[in-house]
């Protein structure tokens, strides 16, 4: 069983910083990683995502400011938010994979893997 449990979340003040950890129990079939965001009313977006290589992408809104990093093992995912906005507000999730299978077939790493999200508030 795949799980997933962030944690970290909390409220800052404009221009601070909160980070946010995301751990994994059980076997992911990818170290590709990501965090998204939902505010109340809208729809989930994108925020950060490193991949099977290192390779690092983040949403125009939070670039700059924001640094996803993973632990050596693969299994612990990270956020450092600096210079928090009240836009930030939301709450984050973490996400990855797990193997997606029919029966016997076998339909590749793709199945998506969500946390229950942590809560960050930024107050002007």
């Known amino acids: 069983q795949v799980h997933l449990e962030e944690s970290g979340g909390g409220s800052a003040q404009a221009a601070g910083s909160l980070t946010l950890s995301c751990t994994a129990s059980g076997d992911l079939c990818t170290r590709d990683m990501s965090w998204y965001r939902q505010a109340p009313g809208a729809y989930r977006e994108f925020v950060a995502r490193i991949d099977n290589f290192g390779q690092v992408t983040y949403a125009d809104s939070v670039k700059a400011r924001f640094t996803i990093s993973q632990g050596e093992a693969g299994d612990t995912l990270y956020l450092q938010m600096n210079d928090l906005k009240p836009d930030d507000t939301a709450t984050y999730y973490c996400?990855?994979?797990?193997?997606?299978?029919?029966?016997?077939?076998?339909?590749?790493?793709?199945?998506?893997?969500w946390g229950q999200g942590t809560q960050v508030t930024v107050s002007s």
């Open positions: 996400k990855s994979y797990r193997i997606q299978k029919f029966g016997v077939y076998n339909g590749g790493c793709s199945l998506d893997v």
